[in-house]
């Protein structure tokens, strides 16, 4: 089984690195910025010493991304992935379906009824796709991000209480 663990002090660090090795897909950032999304995060976890992680954020959360925003317009209760990223050494290990269990089951007891994300469109991210339609989530709307120049599709996946 794998272990999943809270991202601490010591550990943000390493996951702004592993983030801005990817923020083409996800966003740059800078430690000021890190600190204040893991003070307003529901659920902020990671496994290994940052080999993926997991950033997500409830409705009550202040968070100035747009598309959270979109889900808190739609929404009354939901929990929104805004980041889940898994190391090119741990590919492959199923880290982040062990990180979204575990958020669906935290989410759950917390008595969000759904858990939602966004996927790329444009630019395609077929990848992501099949994960989180194994997953059980479905599209649920699609914005052009004006910022990026970027469509993304808006996914959720209910959860049962």
Not at 111 to 116: A, G, L, P, Q
Not at 135 to 143: D, H, I, Y
Request: charged letters at 25%; aromatic letters at 12%; one cysteine or more.
């Amino acid at each position: 089984m794998t272990k999943i663990f809270p991202i601490g002090a010591a550990e943000r660090e390493k996951v702004q690195a592993l983030n801005n090795q990817f923020a083409r897909e996800t966003s740059f950032l800078d430690e000021a910025r890190l600190a204040s999304m893991l003070d307003e995060a529901f659920l902020a976890t990671r496994i290994g010493s940052v080999d993926a992680f997991l950033i997500v954020f409830d409705e009550h959360a202040r968070y100035d991304s747009p598309n959270f925003e979109w889900f808190r317009a739609r929404f009354p209760r939901f929990a929104y992935v805004d980041r889940i990223i898994t190391g090119p050494a741990a590919r492959g290990k199923g880290y982040a379906r062990a990180l979204y269990q575990d958020l669906f089951a935290k989410a759950a007891v917390a008595r969000h009824e759904r858990v939602v994300c966004e996927v790329n469109f444009d630019p395609p991210n077929p990848v992501s796709d099949a994960f989180h339609a194994a997953l059980g989530f479905a599209e649920v709307g699609r914005q052009l991000l004006q910022h990026s120049g970027k469509t993304v599709r808006y996914l959720s996946k209910n959860i049962p209480s």
